[in-house]
């Protein structure tokens, strides 16, 4: 098993940027597939980025390309995500989430989540 927490949340302005952590402990990382999802005030959870267990491939949602960047430390044992050019419709909170057959993608299940953390986008 393996626990997730998040980190690097918070208050920025529009055009602003951010950069998440998320730092597993349990298992080492490398065997999880990694992904972050979004979920905004009354609105579904939104998928928003994936990555493989190496780190070789990744997959984004549109709503976020040429913006957001995904990647990954296995040897930190840290998923980030760096979010660029911040708008208001970014507020969420984020979480990041693990699945152990290895997706990475917007349709699979995750197996562990973490708490999430806020971002707020100030226009």
């Known amino acids: 098993q393996v626990q997730l927490v998040e980190s690097g949340g918070g208050l920025v302005q529009a055009g602003g940027s951010l950069r998440l952590s998320c730092a597993a402990s349990?298992?080492?990382?490398?065997?999880?597939?990694m992904v972050w999802f979004r979920q905004a005030p009354r609105k579904e959870r939104e998928f928003v980025a994936g990555i493989s267990r190496t780190g070789g491939t990744t997959n984004s949602a549109d709503s976020v390309k040429g913006r957001f960047t995904i990647s990954r430390d296995n040897a930190k044992n840290t998923v980030y995500l760096q979010m660029n050019s911040l708008k208001p419709e970014d507020t969420a909170v984020y979480y990041c989430?693990?699945?152990?057959?290895?997706?990475?993608?917007?349709?699979?299940?995750?197996?562990?989540w973490g708490q999430g953390t806020q971002v707020t986008v100030a226009s």
């Open positions: 989430a693990a699945s152990v057959s290895g997706y990475y993608s917007k349709y699979s299940r995750y197996d562990y």
């Open positions: 349990g298992r080492t990382l490398s065997t999880y597939g």
